[in-house]
């Protein structure tokens, strides 16, 4: 969010109150709307303790003048001395305000407390007036950081954050609701004020005019699912008895109401004449239910202790073949080991030889390069020995001769001693 300094405030009297401010009456206010942007009668402003009646003013700099009405200025009357809005004249000193500094303001503002003070005349000190509150900026993208208040009481002060932590504040509009009318749909950005309601996408709607409407939202939850999850629990219930009789039956087909009925300490149940309803659907429901058990747990518990001692001579088996099966392969641990052995051995004197190799080209090498490098001419040794002052002044200075200069003047040295013990 961008800082925007406090420009847009409203004023009041350095002796009025702190609950009121500088507004129109409402016969000037309709008269200024009825003349649009020409401004040919100066209006009186009056104290007014309604905020919703307070004139909203913009300073630029130089001078204060309606925030949407640029050529209406705020002038000092001086006879009937009053505050009024005027048509704006750039060479009328009362109409060019200057802030003053927190020491002036000190000096001119009253109990109040305001320390923002306006004022204009001789010295831009002579008509002077108090901010009574700053506005929070409407401008999108924008923050005030002072403490302020919304223009328009139906707009909302919302808090932000600038980029350094810093705390602002901006108004925004109310929202648009969306209509919820069936076949209406609402242009443009809207929300739903209704709880319970959900915005869509008119089905008449196109990417470049967005058109939202607002319905009722489906509830996936809530008694739906309860009911449902009840529903599901009576279903199993009954597909389980229903395999439990078809269980009872395929295991015992002689089985009746009117048959005894079957389990430890039950009494035989009534004949089949004499038992009612009631009575024979207790005793299937009671088969039913000890099939189940049966199959579901009784079943399963004799399964395992069964199945327990098998595990665990299952389980010495495997421990035993998969010992027998790692004894039958050390022999074979012992073969691998020693080839990897060799291996790493046979590669490590490789590597020795060749590190030994590569040393020994490289010195070959060397010798090859010094000895077909070119030497040097022998009239520069004759040159050295006419003037040894000047070479031994080289040396001196810090030159030094390379060395195969040296190898050529030793080697020249002996050729011309050889040659003369010839001629003698």
């Known amino acids: 969010q961008c800082i925007r300094p406090s420009l847009d405030f409203t004023v009041r009297l350095g002796s009025g109150s702190n609950d009121t401010c500088l507004a129109r009456a409402a016969r000037m206010e309709a008269q200024a709307n009825e003349l649009g942007d020409s401004l040919e009668v100066p209006q009186r402003l009056f104290s007014s303790a309604n905020q919703s009646e307070c004139v ?3 300073y630029n700099g130089v001078r204060i003048a309606e925030k949407r009405r640029n050529d209406s200025c705020l002038t000092w009357q001086p006879f009937g001395s009053f505050w009024d809005l005027a048509s704006c004249d750039p060479s009328d000193l009362r109409m060019q305000f200057r802030q003053l500094l927190d020491d002036e303001a000190e000096a001119v503002a009253t109990a109040s407390g305001s320390n923002e003070v306006y004022c204009s005349g001789d010295n831009s000190s ?9 506005l929070c900026t409407e401008e999108d993208g924008r923050c005030s950081t002072e403490q302020c208040r919304c223009e328009d009481e139906t707009w909302t002060k919302q808090e932000l954050q600038t980029l350094n932590g810093s705390q602002c504040f901006t108004c925004i509009p109310p929202p648009v609701l969306c209509t919820s009318e069936p076949g209406k749909c609402t242009a443009g950005l809207c929300e739903c004020g209704v709880q319970g309601y959900v915005k869509v996408h008119d089905e008449t709607s196109t990417a470049e005019a967005p058109c939202f409407r607002c319905q009722v939202m489906l509830r996936h939850g809530g008694a739906s699912s309860e009911a449902s999850t009840v529903g599901m629990f009576v279903i199993f219930i009954f597909v389980g008895l229903a395999v439990g009789g078809c269980v009872r039956r395929f295991r015992d087909p002689t089985s009746a109401a009117s048959s005894p009925a079957r389990g430890k300490g039950r009494k ?6 004499t038992a009612v309803w009631s009575e024979r659907l207790a005793a299937e429901l009671e088969d039913m239910l000890e099939a189940l058990y049966e199959i579901f747990i009784e079943n399963p518990m004799l399964l ?3 199945a327990r001692p098998q595990l665990r001579q299952a389980g010495r ?5 998969l010992d027998e099966f790692d004894m039958a392969l050390e022999p074979c641990y012992c073969v691998v080991d020693t080839v990897q052995e ?3 051995d046979w590669v490590v004197v490789q590597h020795e030889r060749l590190v030994a190799l590569t040393l020994w080209t490289s010195s070959r090498w060397a010798d090859l390069s010094e000895y077909f490098s070119p030497s040097p001419d022998p009239g520069d040794f004759e040159e050295d020995e006419v003037v040894p002052a000047t070479s031994k002044k080289r040396r001196g200075s810090g030159s030094k001769v390379p060395k195969h200069q040296h190898q050529s003047a030793a ?3 002996q050729a011309a001693a050889k040659a003369s013990s010839e001629a003698s």
């Open 411 to 413: 080697t020249t040295g």
């Open 268 to 273: 035989p149940a009534a004949a089949a004449g």
């Open 56 to 58: 909203a003013f913009r």
């Open 317 to 321: 088996w495997l421990g035993w073949a």
């Open 126 to 134: 002579e008509f002077c007036i108090e901010v009574a509150d700053n």
């Open 304 to 306: 395992v202790r069964w």
């Open 342 to 344: 060799a291996v790493w």
